[in-house]
């Protein structure tokens, strides 16, 4: 009649039997489909790719370009930490013997560590040391970590976030401690 067969019909309604993917989650499982074909009876392949890999890395500028960005995601990336949380904490449930071992061996290699990073867990728990919410360099309200300039000095410790902590350690961050 209107030029539409009879016979055909049309089929508006969603086909609900595949999940939705956003198209950073359709590229993930693309790539790993690709990874799979890319490699399969292929050591030699794997092998050369890995040796190359290495290589590029090896050289320093690669190296700090690449770690800048892992910084930088980590900065960003809203469920990064998240992520992250999630993986530490299923982590340390399926590997408690493992943690105790670590935990056992970190304070007989570093006993004045382990000394002062347990009265500053005292001094909070008494109430001798208040522990601020928010990170002492960049303001962030977060989980904040005691950081000693001084281990002689158990209860001297400035309040940073993870981030910030990281950065100190790392040698990227310089506080003068009398200011902080």
Same mark, same amino acid.
């Given at each position: 009649?209107n030029?539409?067969?009879?016979?055909?019909t049309?089929d508006f309604?969603?086909?609900?039997?595949?999940p939705?993917?956003?198209? =950073?989650e $359709?590229?993930?499982?693309y790539m790993? +489909?690709?990874a799979k074909?890319? @490699?399969?009876? =292929?050591?030699?392949?794997?092998?050369k790719? +890995?040796?190359q890999?290495?290589?590029?890395y090896?050289?320093? +500028?690669?190296k $700090?370009?690449?770690?800048?960005?892992?910084?930088?995601?980590?900065?960003?990336e809203?469920d990064?930490r998240?992520?992250?949380?999630d993986?530490y904490s299923? @982590?340390?449930?399926?590997?408690?013997a $493992?943690?105790?071992?670590r935990?056992? +061996?970190?304070?007989k290699?570093?006993?004045q560590?382990a000394?002062?990073h347990k009265?500053?867990?005292?001094?909070i728990?008494?109430?001798r040391?208040?522990?601020?919410?928010?990170?002492?360099i960049?303001?962030? =309200?977060?989980? !904040? #970590?005691? #950081? &000693? #300039?001084?281990?002689?000095a158990? !209860?001297?410790?400035? @309040?940073?976030?993870? !981030?910030? #902590?990281?950065?100190? &350690?790392?040698g =990227?961050m310089?506080i003068?401690?009398a200011?902080?």
């Amino acid at each position: 009649m209107n030029g539409i067969p009879e016979n055909q019909t049309f089929d508006f309604a969603p086909n609900v039997s595949q999940p939705i993917l956003t198209k =950073r989650e $359709k590229k993930a499982a693309y790539m790993k +489909e690709y990874a799979k074909k890319r @490699w399969i009876n =292929r050591p030699d392949a794997k092998a050369k790719y +890995e040796k190359q890999k290495k290589e590029w890395y090896a050289i320093p +500028e690669n190296k $700090k370009r690449m770690n800048d960005r892992v910084r930088v995601r980590r900065r960003t990336e809203h469920d990064y930490r998240e992520k992250m949380n999630d993986y530490y904490s299923k @982590w340390e449930q399926n590997n408690i013997a $493992k943690k105790r071992y670590r935990q056992t +061996e970190y304070r007989k290699n570093f006993p004045q560590k382990a000394a002062a990073h347990k009265s500053v867990y005292d001094a909070i728990e008494h109430g001798r040391l208040v522990k601020p919410t928010n990170c002492q360099i960049c303001g962030v =309200r977060s989980k !904040l #970590h005691a #950081h &000693h #300039h001084d281990y002689a000095a158990p !209860l001297d410790v400035q @309040w940073l976030c993870p !981030l910030c #902590h990281g950065e100190m &350690h790392a040698g =990227r961050m310089r506080i003068n401690h009398a200011l902080a």
